[in-house]
């Protein structure tokens, strides 16, 4: 799609590109492409892309799998979205936020979908911990996100999240390409990444909810060390919650985004 069509099309729909909503259209075909070659589609894929837009990548999505079900909140864009699915029958269009669609309502008949979707900013974190967090869980995501957010999402020790925890809890992550800000209209200040996620079969625990709350008590006060958050939410003293970090093979004054997954699992496994 050229700039001079989109703007056709935002004319038409009467479409002020919002940007709080992160309404940023992609117009680089390359981009599709790529997009479409990390996710290794087949026939009997399912997608579920989040903000589809005006739908250059939802029809190439399309065209290469199964179904897609295309989730756009925005109610001026959504026509777009019906004339499409009339065009393409196995485009399924839904006018509501991803975050109050039902995934166990969309009849995935007990097959993994693959989650495409170039998210906006806001609902980023949301998005990846929740679709993670609960069943049915997607095979593989591949989204456009901030480069930040991206770099956030692959850290590695010393740099940690919650959020770069909780995806190495069920995923192998990695950036694929990175996407100037000149490939979308209108054009955004950061640069953009094309984020692959690998989902595995079972996550690196068996509860990995209740593991997951142990890491956000040690993020729960970041600054501090992380024994310091240990002893005030469990009302240890400071010299046992120093001892179950030199149980659990960690340094007496590491911080929460100084511990892999792999630490998270030792601490947890001393603080039973």
């Known amino acids: 799609?050229?700039?001079?069509?989109?703007?056709?099309?935002l004319k038409k729909y009467k479409i002020f590109p919002r940007k709080e909503q992160g309404q940023n259209f992609l117009l680089d075909d390359q981009i599709i492409k790529d997009?479409?070659?990390?996710?290794?589609?087949?026939?009997?894929?399912?997608?579920?892309?989040?903000?589809p837009g005006f739908g250059v990548l939802t029809l190439?999505?399309?065209q290469k799998t199964k179904k897609v079900l295309a989730i756009e909140q925005d109610r001026n864009i959504y026509p777009a979205m019906l004339a499409l699915s009339r065009q393409q029958k196995n485009i399924f269009p839904f006018n509501q936020s991803i975050q109050k669609f039902n995934l166990e309502s969309a009849d995935f008949k007990n097959q993994q979908y693959k989650l495409i979707a170039n998210l906006p900013y806001s609902i980023t974190s949301w998005v990846l911990q929740h679709l993670l967090e609960h069943h049915p869980q997607p095979g593989v995501m591949v989204i456009m996100v901030q480069k930040e957010v991206a770099e956030r999402v692959i850290a590695v020790k010393g740099a940690m999240s919650i959020?770069?925890?909780?995806?190495?809890?069920?995923?192998?992550?990695?950036?694929?390409?990175?996407?100037?800000?000149?490939?979308?209209y209108p054009a955004p200040k950061v640069m953009s990444a094309i984020l692959k996620?690998?989902?595995?079969?079972?996550?690196?625990?068996k509860d990995p909810?209740?593991?997951?709350?142990?890491?956000?008590?040690?993020?729960?006060a970041k600054r501090k060390q992380l024994h310091h958050n240990l002893s005030a939410f469990f009302h240890f003293s400071p010299s046992k919650a120093k001892n179950i970090l030199e149980k659990s093979q960690l340094g007496l004054n590491v911080r929460a985004q100084e511990l892999s997954v792999e630490d998270w699992i030792r601490l947890q496994k001393n603080l039973v």
């Open 60 to 62: 190439a999505l399309a």
């Open 35 to 51: 997009i479409i070659a990390v996710s290794n589609l087949s026939k009997d894929d399912t997608i579920l892309e989040i903000g």
């Open 209 to 220: 909810e209740k593991l997951m709350q142990i890491i956000k008590i040690g993020f729960s």
């Open 1 to 9: 799609m050229t700039k001079e069509q989109l703007k056709f099309l």
């Open 163 to 184: 959020l770069s925890c909780a995806v190495n809890l069920y995923a192998d992550a990695e950036i694929m390409r990175l996407v100037a800000a000149e490939c979308f």
């Open 197 to 205: 996620l690998t989902v595995r079969p079972q996550p690196k625990v």
